[in-house]
């Protein structure tokens, strides 16, 4: 069955980067795309960003443009996120989800937590 | 301030049906699919709705997403204690090059 696996909560201080890994499992890691979605506490989905495991192609929300690099590892199936110039407004759950068609996320990850403070 | 624009909160009772609406515009819903995804306190979204109306396996035939212009609507007919849950819809967006969801529905059971 298919699954993803993100890495674990991390805490971070203001200026530092993070970087969230997600592990995919159970089909073929390059025919489908991966997106990148967070959600600040109490608040809604904020799409970050889509990468192409197959060729590793991606796509960045313009709000994140500078920010945000995503990934990919083909020997270990894994998409990475990490996010540079942290500040308290960062601080949410992320989320990987696969691509089923046009958008639709039809798997995700369990989220990480990234806390940003000082 | 989402792109899409949902009602905060809805509520029905068992058994009831129950609609949440999302308004777009014509760079997202009017031009693209709207999908829709429940979200259970402290876990990830699940794909409820995908292509306007199409059903993922293993979702109930009791939901239903429907478009018109440049709004959707989700449908719950057979309201369950279970689908007591936060309700985001999405849709591409011409403008700004990717998806877009709306700031999310609680749906309260009554």
């Known amino acids: 069955q298919v699954q993803l696996v993100q890495s674990g909560a991390e805490v971070k201080k203001p200026g530092a980067s993070v970087k969230v890994s997600c592990r995919a499992s159970?089909?073929?890691?390059?025919?489908?795309?991966m997106h990148w979605v967070r959600q600040a506490p109490g608040q809604g989905l904020e799409w970050m960003g889509i990468?192409?495991?197959?060729?590793?192609?991606?796509r960045y929300a313009q709000k994140f443009q500078g920010r945000v690099t995503m990934t990919r590892d083909r020997s270990t199936s894994t998409v990475s996120m990490e996010l540079s110039s942290l500040r308290s407004e960062d601080t949410a759950v992320y989320y990987c989800a696969r691509e089923l068609y046009s958008s639709s996320l039809n798997f995700w990850g369990q989220g990480t937590l990234v806390t940003v403070s000082s | 301030q989402s792109v899409l624009t949902q009602p905060p909160s809805a509520s029905g009772t068992p058994g009831q049906r129950v609609t949440i609406s999302c308004s777009g515009s014509?760079?997202?819903?009017?031009?693209?699919?709207v999908n829709w995804y429940q979200q259970l306190p402290g876990t990830a979204p699940k794909l409820l709705i995908y292509?306007?109306?199409q059903r993922p396996s293993g979702v109930p035939d009791r939901l239903s997403g429907s478009k018109s212009g440049t709004s959707a609507s989700l449908a719950i007919s057979g309201l369950q204690s279970e689908d007591e849950a936060g309700y985001y819809c999405a849709a591409w967006d011409d403008s700004l090059n990717g998806p877009v969801f709306g700031g999310g529905t609680k749906l309260t059971v009554l």
């Open positions: 990468i192409n495991p197959s060729d590793g192609s991606t």
């Open positions: 292509s306007n109306n």
């Open positions: 159970g089909y073929t890691f390059t025919s489908y795309y």
């Open positions: 014509s760079s997202n819903i009017g031009s693209n699919s």
